[in-house]
């Protein structure tokens, strides 16, 4: 339910959601900034549910998502061993830093 | 699809004809060294945990290996003399695959000087051996090609680990071998990897090991580095997002078994088909852990780090753009922004394999080859941690 951004994404903007195959599953709108190389949830996420990426579990959510919000350390947590926090909010404060300066 | 080969006496075929020099002490790198400098082909492993035995076997156990890989043609096997480990105890195993190995003793044969002398003489005699050998043709089903990542950024996980790993189903389709290790990164791949398990017994194994690794890897109060923030900034969330994205480069196929290498033992492959193993997510010792387990080559998913070593030639796949220069081997940057396929980038990378198998050399062959590095696990944290291999 989350796709990754091949390009930086403004809030507001449209994305495309290619396949594979390149052929196009449908479109979403982002409520959020979404850098290169993140991912966006598409569809709504509830709390507490597994978070699907190539068809197999990568986390849980750890707040409600909807879709078109940044999934990510700040919304997700690992199964095994997750970052601490210290180490989320370094991660997030990098990736605001990225949008502010026009990244 | 075939490719030219040689044939070794033991049955196992070559795409090179490596010399390769054993260091079985430190003391005798230089000796190597000096004997290496004169041939193109020659190759230096030198065992840098010292001449004593105990504690290292694994380490003796690599030697040997590395020196029954069919890219080995020849071998020369020295040491010091005062160590605890003799040449013998590394040629005599070499030599039961019929392939020629000559052994120096520095203090027997009375100094550095002779023993760069004599070492000189057997690599001529070597070279002459290499000389007469002629290539005949094989299936590309005779290939054993390991599979390892470097430094996994956005574009691993979207471009050069899915070709790759579209590349190794055809490959086992084509009836050939493929080799994945890099356990600690395979924490959270658990339930993938039952279902691709060919028995419960082989995921029983496979657990164990990833297990092993990961209490190797996460000793309580140690600052051991699993991910860095620059994963995350890129963004990846969680290691097993990490994971998830480095098993792409395996396949799809069934995974026959895992292969060990431990102090008492080290695998081979014997069917084809695709196997995990122990090789180490450290990059150099990976490589001579991928020669230990037989294998001819190496594809290697990356951003642009130029990684190659001189016994198992690496190709080198890469999918960004902003990073990719004339180390890489195949590009891969195509997936990005949908101007490629993934399954058009694994034809390219079979086509790399093929050229490699045939001889022609990768970007980096031959101008700039990392060093040999031997990686063994320690038995004192292995006593600590207390673990074990698992029987054969």
């Known amino acids: ?103 | 699809m075939n490719f030219k080969g040689y044939l070794r006496p033991d049955g196992t075929i070559g795409i090179r004809n490596k010399l390769l020099i054993i260091g079985v002490d430190e003391c005798c790198e230089g000796i190597a060294r000096s004997i290496a400098k004169n041939f193109d082909d020659a190759v230096v492993l030198t065992n840098w945990y010292t001449c004593m035995l105990g504690g290292n076997e694994e380490t003796l156990n690599q030697l040997i290996a590395v020196g029954k890989n069919p890219n080995v043609a020849g071998v020369l096997v020295i040491a010091m003399g005062c160590g605890s480990i003799g040449p013998s105890d590394v040629a005599r195993e070499i030599g039961e695959t019929g392939k020629p190995v000559y052994t120096i003793t520095c203090q027997k044969v009375g100094g550095t000087r002779k023993s760069v002398q004599l070492g000189t003489e057997y690599l001529n005699k070597l070279k002459e051996y290499v000389g007469g050998l002629e290539s005949q043709e094989f299936p590309i089903s005779r290939l054993i090609v390991g599979v390892k990542c470097g430094g996994s950024d956005t574009s691993s996980g979207i471009a050069s680990n899915p070709s790759v790993g579209a590349a190794v189903d055809k490959l086992i389709d084509m009836g050939a071998t493929c080799i994945g290790g890099e356990l600690f990164e395979l924490l959270g791949c658990q339930k993938v990897l039952e279902a691709r398990a060919s028995s419960p017994a082989v995921f029983e194994r496979i657990n164990q090991l990833i297990e092993n690794e990961r209490q190797r890897w996460s000793v309580e109060g140690t600052d051991v580095e699993t991910m860095s923030i620059g994963n995350c900034v890129g963004g990846i969330t969680t290691i097993e997002e990490k994971s998830l994205g480095a098993l792409h480069k395996t396949g799809t196929k069934p995974i026959i078994d895992i292969l060990q290498i431990n102090k008492d033992f080290i695998d081979t492959p014997k069917d084809p088909g695709f196997y995990l193993s122990e090789v180490t997510m450290l990059c150099g010792g990976a490589g001579v852990n991928f020669a230990s387990h037989g294998a001819h080559m190496i594809l290697w998913t990356s951003g642009a780090a130029g990684f190659n070593n001189p016994i198992v030639p690496v190709i080198r796949v890469s999918g960004n753009k902003d990073l990719f220069n004339d180390d890489m081997d195949v590009d891969v940057t195509g997936i990005m922004d949908g101007s490629e396929t993934i399954d058009s980038a694994s034809d390219k990378i079979i086509d790399k394999v093929i050229d490699v198998a045939n001889g022609i050399p990768t970007q980096i062959e031959g101008i700039g080859e990392s060093t040999l590095t031997l990686y063994q696990k320690d038995q004192r944290l292995e006593k600590l941690l207390n673990l074990s291999c698992c029987s054969k």
Do not use: C, W
């Not at chain 1, 994404?9 to 959601?17: C, D, N």
């Not at chain 1, 940044?70 to 210290?86: E, F, Y």
């Open chain 1, 1 to 103: 339910m989350v796709a990754t951004a091949l390009e930086n994404t403004k809030a507001g903007e449209t994305a495309e959601i290619y396949l594979p195959d390149n052929t196009i599953l449908g479109n979403v709108l982002a409520l959020e900034y979404i850098p290169f190389g993140n991912k966006i949830a598409i569809y709504d996420i509830p709390k507490g549910t597994k978070v699907l990426k190539y068809g197999a579990e990568i986390g849980v959510s750890t707040e409600d998502i909807p879709k078109g919000s940044l999934v990510h350390v700040h919304n997700v947590k690992s199964q095994t061993v997750d970052i601490p926090p210290a180490i989320k909010e370094e991660i997030m404060r990098q990736i605001r830093e990225k949008q502010e300066r026009g990244a």
